[in-house]
């Protein structure tokens, strides 16, 4: 099937996503869409499951301090390469993450993963960060967190 190159730079524009891979879901997806973000997003999480297990020493520390000043958080994420690490993709991501500490108060890298992520509810945190590893193709791992709250420690 032939595909129409508005659909596949259209597809590429929502996702990120390679044009390579944009064509063959949509290819596979008899040029529906919808079904095709549904295969690109099981395509990222078989990307990031094969990754998962790659070393990470490279990264960033972001912060995010709330309107106010009375609660900040600060993150570490790690990725393989500097290259990636200072990616738009990247640091957007760390940013994200952070906010959603401050936000949402999570205990541990386990229960932030399984939350709902504050800027769209219909996914989790753990798929927010399996989509830019899908996009970036490097393993990503949140390393650690801390959450400050203006007299919090009485």
Do not use: W
Not at 47 to 66: C, F, M, N, Q, W
Not at 101 to 127: F, G, H, N, T, W
């Amino acid at each position: 099937m032939k595909i129409d190159l508005q659909k596949i730079k259209d597809l590429r524009e929502k996702t990120g996503v390679s044009i390579g891979e944009c064509r063959v879901a949509l290819e596979k997806a008899g040029g529906d869409e919808k079904k095709a973000l549904d295969i690109l997003k099981e395509r990222g999480v078989e990307i990031a499951e094969k990754k998962s297990e790659r070393p990470v020493g490279a990264g960033l520390v972001d912060t995010y301090i709330h309107t106010g000043g009375k609660v900040g958080a600060m993150l570490e994420l790690a990725c393989e390469t500097d290259f990636v690490a200072r990616t738009d993709d990247f640091k957007n991501l760390a940013h994200e993450l952070a906010m959603q500490v401050a936000s949402m108060d999570p205990q541990d890298i386990s229960e932030l993963e399984k939350q709902d992520y504050i800027r769209d509810s219909s996914q989790k945190v753990k798929d927010l960060v399996t989509n830019v590893i899908a996009k970036i193709g490097e393993n990503i791992k949140i390393v650690r967190f801390v959450r400050f709250e203006l007299g919090g420690n009485e």
